[in-house]
């Protein structure tokens, strides 16, 4: 592969680095963002206005005007008619170029000015009378400041003339996909021959562009599954369970597992058994019943005589697994201890020394991955909801142990070749059934003149026995604003449900506050908790079945579905309440569309990444998708379902063939990725 860097001077290097080209090979693949067809003369007088067309003209006169602001104004004729060529910007040598007796051809889209017909900014260039015209189309490529497109139609003119386009794919399965040749394409996509069908390239479902964007995809997959071999050829302990400890926690639940909780259990159960470390991504929607599989599998790590952490993203929620885990295991005589940033020093220390000597699981937050806290035999490593976690906190838990087993969980439904983007160096497993019993929450959608009414509604509801959230408007410009705001709504609701408890919970509150808030809601002490979104992930308390959120129109779809899924956790019926402000902006007006319409948190996902794009969907995450400049995750998903399958092929069968690939594709930018 020729990994040469570009021949230029050291002004023009810098100016394609910005476009990160560096190589020959990387030339080759930069690819035109559309194309003009200069194949043509169009006679003026056949000259459609609003067409990009090219003339062959003759300059008549060229001079510089001053009102209404400095320009050159040139006319310019050919046998069928005058026009006028407006330019704000000049150079000295333009004006040389378009002076009285110039032929010239000029590229742009014709107007109907008030003087005739006229072009502004045309593209242009001196000619010959006679010159033959180019056969090909001419690309427009992505540039930068600075960097003439023709400079750069120059150097990947050179790179075409003597680069190495030598086939990666082995002609076997490239006929299996029907994909044209990567010379012939590539050849092709930078000068489409005349008479090329402009739409279809523009549109990029031209063979050629398919076969470049099969071929970028496969790159990121190869990339992705070679980590994940990579990690594979890692030792890390066999966690093979020495006692009934799983069966005996099963036992004493109220309730048996879902098809889909017994598929993920048996799928971790044979992870932690391999001498080399799982990575597998446990997703379910809201409410699928994950903490339960999680704690088979500490189980199964704990009766092979190893320690196991359980990391969640807020205080509220490490808090309530621990309850839940304490109240499940520690009667089986399972020793759990507690770390949380608010814990006093004395329990603190306490709490330390547990995890570095005999506790068997430690549940907390961040605190679990501060310095100062050692593991004695970290055996598995489970992070819940870990699209809240950066990279390097995931990182700095694994590193607690040596070579831990990790389970990863989120309620953050992807669209399943997102996934195969973002996660190909994962296994996942997906929790695709809910619990049985549960009854689907009904949604409402209420303008926010009509507040009183949904006040009347949560009386009724606490009436019933029923316990209910409040949620207040998220107010991302400031934190003191939605705090107040949550303030004034707890004592406005105090006002208007006489009689009721009413709770506040938000952000601010310190750790034992929110913990004894959350503890008397749980217990049923409170009947409406207005809380900030501190709510937003997994609590879970069966008995509230009703929750309102303020201004639903500021929250995003995730959100607003997370939100949702608090509620429907018991027998009763639930139902949710989005109260709106309006005039809605279109996209405030699709999302509540969409989750009023759904309660799937895998079509609320695939409808929110039309809306939004993959970019933002799965928040900072190291991943490929970065390495993808041409497919789009969306249209081309039948694209990546083959590259994954065909990435596997080549690892093992071409190596050779699959690390020229990566060369092509990557290059340096590879590694950047790595660190
Ligand atoms: P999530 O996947 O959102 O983390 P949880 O693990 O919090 O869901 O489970 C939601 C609720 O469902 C909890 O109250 C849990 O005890 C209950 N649950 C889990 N599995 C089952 C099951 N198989 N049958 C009935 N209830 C279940
Ligand atoms: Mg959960």
């Not at 399965?173 to 994909?179: A, V």
């Not at 976690?389 to 838990?397: D, H, I, P, S």
Request: hydrophobic fraction near 45%; include cysteine; charge should be negative.
């Amino acid at each position: 592969m020729s990994l040469a860097p570009i021949r230029a001077s050291d002004a023009l290097k810098k100016k394609l680095a910005k476009l990160g080209l560096h190589t020959e090979a990387d030339l080759l693949v930069h690819l035109p963002l559309r194309y003009e067809d200069e194949t043509r003369i169009t006679e003026l007088a056949r000259a459609f206005t609003g067409e990009a067309v090219q003339l062959e003209l003759r300059v008549l006169n060229n001079e510089i005007q001053f009102k209404p602001r400095r320009q050159m104004v040139v006319r310019a004729c050919d046998d069928s008619g005058e026009i006028t060529l407006r330019f704000f910007s000049f150079y000295p040598n333009q004006q040389a170029a378009l002076s009285e007796g110039s032929r010239v051809r000029v590229f742009g889209e014709v107007r109907g000015g008030f003087f005739g017909l006229e072009m502004v900014h045309p593209r242009f260039h001196k000619i010959a009378e006679g010159d033959p015209l180019p056969a090909e189309m001419t690309p427009i490529y992505p540039s930068t400041a600075g960097l003439a497109t023709s400079a750069l139609q120059k150097l990947i003119g050179r790179a075409l003339a003597d680069g190495d386009l030598s086939e990666t794919l082995p002609d076997e399965i490239r006929q299996r996909l029907k994909l044209p040749g990567l010379a012939r394409s590539i050849h092709f996509l930078h000068r489409p021959p005349p008479g090329t069908d402009v739409d279809t390239l523009h549109a990029r479902n031209h063979p050629a562009w398919r076969r470049v964007k099969f071929d970028e995809v496969l790159a990121q997959q190869l990339s992705l599954r070679r980590a994940y071999l990579a990690r594979r050829e890692q030792g890390a302990p066999v966690l093979v369970a020495q006692d009934d400890l799983g069966a005996r926690l099963l036992d004493r639940l109220p309730f048996g597992l879902t098809g889909a909780q017994l598929r993920a259990m048996a799928e971790i159960a044979g992870d932690l058994a391999q001498p080399y470390p799982m990575q597998r991504l446990l997703q379910g929607d809201v409410g699928a019943g994950k903490t339960i599989v999680a704690a088979l599998a500490a189980c199964q790590t704990i009766s092979a005589g190893w320690q196991a952490a359980f990391m969640a993203p807020t205080e509220i929620l490490a808090e309530q697994h621990y309850l839940k885990l304490k109240d499940w295991l520690e009667p089986l005589g399972v020793r759990v201890a507690w770390l949380s940033g608010s814990l006093k020093s004395k329990a603190k220390r306490e709490q330390l020394a547990a995890t570095a000597a005999d506790a068997q699981l430690v549940v907390g937050t961040h605190a679990l991955i501060q310095d100062g806290v050692d593991f004695a035999r970290l055996g598995l490593a489970i992070v819940d909801e870990q699209h809240r976690f950066g990279v390097a906190q995931r990182l700095a838990l694994r590193k607690k142990g040596s070579n831990p087993h990790q389970l990863m969980m989120s309620a953050t439904p992807i669209p399943r070749t997102l996934a195969m983007s973002y996660y190909a160096d994962l296994d996942v497993t997906v929790l695709d059934e809910l619990p049985p019993g549960r009854t689907p929450i009904k949604t409402r959608l209420v303008a926010d003149n009509r507040r009183q009414d949904v006040v009347g509604f949560v009386k009724k509801h606490v009436e019933e026995g029923r316990q209910a959230y409040w949620v207040c408007p998220l107010i991302e410009e400031s934190e003191a604003l939605q705090l107040q705001t949550a303030q004034e709504t707890y004592e406005q609701l105090f006002v208007d449900l006489p009689g009721l408890t009413v709770g506040l919970v938000h952000g601010r509150l310190k750790a034992d506050e929110k913990q004894a808030v959350m503890a008397a809601f749980a217990a049923g002490d409170i009947d409406v908790l207005v809380a900030t979104t501190v709510i937003e992930v997994g609590v879970d308390v069966p008995n509230a079945s009703l929750m309102v959120i303020e201004h639903a129109e500021r929250f995003g779809l995730s959100q607003l579905h997370q939100l949702r899924g608090r509620v429907g956790r018991g027998q009763y019926e639930s139902s949710c309440v989005l109260i709106y402000a309006g005039p809605l902006g279109e996209i405030a007006r699709q999302r509540l569309k969409i989750i009023f319409e759904h309660t799937d948190g895998f079509e609320i996902a695939r409808q929110d990444l039309q809306i939004r794009g993959p970019g933002e969907f799965v928040g900072a995450r190291q991943s490929g998708v970065p390495l993808l400049r041409y497919a789009d995750l969306e249209m081309d998903a039948d694209l990546v379902e083959m590259a994954r399958e065909v990435a596997e092929e080549m690892l093992t069968e071409h190596p050779d063939l699959a690390e020229k690939h990566l060369q092509r594709w990557l290059g340096a930018r590879e590694e950047l990725l790595k660190s």
